[in-house]
């Protein structure tokens, strides 16, 4: 195997928030990370999935409250 070769090629893509790039092989560090994602452009969209699922958390709670 050559040294530039990776032994994991896939190991899913990240979206940094710190700087809002997306990363695949050289990530940020962990707590600056959203992912992994499958593909580039689910890792784009990290920031929308995220506002989705928090308001997704949030209508649940309210109707478990209720």
């Known amino acids: 195997m050559a040294q530039d070769e990776d032994p994991n090629p ?3 893509w990240y979206y940094n928030t710190r ?6 092989h050289d990530r940020g560090r962990s ?9 580039e452009a689910t890792a784009r969209r990290a920031l929308e999935i995220a506002r989705e ?8 709670d309210a109707s478990w409250n209720d």
Do not use: F, M, S, W
């Open 10 to 12: 896939d190991q899913g």
């Open 19 to 24: 700087t809002n790039q997306v990363e695949h």
């Open 31 to 39: 707590i600056d990370l959203l992912g992994p994602y499958p593909d």
């Open 53 to 60: 699922r928090t308001r997704k958390a949030d209508a649940d």
